[in-house]
């Protein structure tokens, strides 16, 4: 068995590292300019798809709200 | 000061009829509250106290009549049971200009007026009561045609709280040297256990304070935030960074062609980085559609909205959200 994280809501995030990083160096998606978003690509996710590389920065609060959950699934 | 003149008014749809198309000539809309008389018996002058109650009402007029598929007469011809949703914008059709909305507005008059003269083109007005709340909110989606799927986060313009026009910056007297700091307000902050604020300006505060915190309410005029300050600060603002009453979102789609479905989410992020969904609206496939749809608790400081398209074509949507 193995833990993976579980979305219980929709949810978009940036969908690479490099995407994230570009994200972060401008403080957020409402800081980015016009050519940062250009190359910055998005994943978007249902409730009940894995969210396993969801930004490690949004992780708390979001397992607070139940937003996502840990589950233990088998390999 | 910002003004606005007839060009800034660029949203007027009701229950998904884009009604600026008739030419509407003059529009208001007025939030009164309610008085009871709280004298009797032996009092010789007359006196009157808060209800605690509000009302609101609409009126829009001189627009053309407008008998067409989907027009001005098409939407206001109804009953006065008919259950309306409005909404409208002064401010401009733009991602993150104030909007107002209402679910509950009833159609108290409509008049089409024909007469001869130096304007005969025949006119129509109508008048509104509402029954429930006027929100006022910002705009996430301008009432804009879209032609494939689209997310106004990742085109540039999620919408941040923080810079909302509609907020109240509250002073900061000072912040304590304490672990955590106690911030003193010279008027009522307001806040709830929990929420999160964005302060600035505060200074020789070490650290400083300055930025998003989230508060711990201690009075009605000092909050603490968990920062271990050694020197203390003077001065400062702060503006909220989370509202705690939930809101309400709208939607109305006024044209609608070739899709076979569409489905519009208001998302929400506290940290710009990661969205997740905060409101769905049911899946349309035909126009005039609208949705109001409310949501309680916490609403973080980002929104954003996002539509999601089946098949090939066209529509148009505007969408907002209201804090309450």
Redesign the interface.
Known sequence: MVTRLIAR??????GDPES?AI??GA??????S?DE?AQ?T?TRVE?GDFCDD??V??LP??LERG?VEHVEVSE | MPRYGSNSFGVLIVDGYDLLATKVKGFAYKVASLMEPTGGLGDTTKSKGPSGLQEASLNQDGAFFDDAANSGHAALKASTAVSRILTFAIAGNTIGQPFVGMSGAYTMAYEVIAKSGSSPMTKANAAYDASGQLDNGVILQDHATKTADF?T????????YTVDRGQTVIPITSNSIANPSVVTTPVPHGLTTGQKVLISGVATSNPTINGERTVTVISATQFSVPVNVTVAGTGGSFVLATSVNGGAGYQQVTAFSGFTGFVG?I?S?????????LI?FTNVTAAPAKEQKTVAGTVDR?L?F?GDVTGTGSLKVFAGFARR
């Open positions: 809501v929709g949810l978009m995030y940036p994230l994200v972060r403080g957020g998606f409402s800081r980015l016009q978003l910055v998005v409730a969801i930004p920065e949004s609060l979001y937003l | 997310n986060k990742t085109l540039g313009s999620p919408v941040d989410k998302r992020s506290a940290d710009d980085v990661t969205y997740a969904d769905t980002y954003c996002d």
